[in-house]
Nanobody
Framework: VQLQASGGGLVQAGGSLRLSCVAS????????MAWFRRGPGNEPEFLAS????????VYADSVKGRFTISSDNPKNTLYLQMNSLKADDTALYYC????????????WGQGTLVTVSS
């Protein structure tokens, strides 16, 4: 699976951004997709995941109610809608994928930078 993330940028606190991740290479129905982020000096943080074939989602408490993960299956695209952004959301955002039943994410996009100014 190849993943290509985009949509990052500079936004003011309180603003919104939508990230996109185009997946290619294999049958995406067999995968769980996710968004992670890594802030300066921090470990990667799980944000949200989505089961491609049925749309089941899971969110981290830190973003629940502000971020929404979704997919456009015919376009093989994963999204992360981010609202009410805070300075603490500044990070490099990654999309990732793993086969259903796998414990760890095996495939990673290149990351897209989100900077929130206060």
């Amino acid at each position: 699976v190849q993943l290509q993330a985009s949509g990052g940028g500079l936004v003011q606190a309180g603003g919104s951004l939508r990230l996109s991740c185009v997946a290619s290479g294999r049958n995406n129905n067999n995968y769980i997709m996710a968004w992670f982020r890594r802030g300066p000096g921090n470990e990667p943080e799980f944000l949200a995941s989505l089961v491609w074939y049925n749309g089941f989602t899971v969110y981290a408490d830190s973003v629940k109610g502000r971020f929404t993960i979704s997919s456009d299956n015919p376009k093989n695209t994963l999204y992360l809608q981010m609202n009410s952004l805070k300075a603490d959301d500044t990070a490099l955002y990654y999309c990732a994928a793993k086969p259903r039943g796998s414990a760890s994410y095996r495939y990673w996009g290149q990351g897209t930078l989100v900077t929130v100014s206060s």
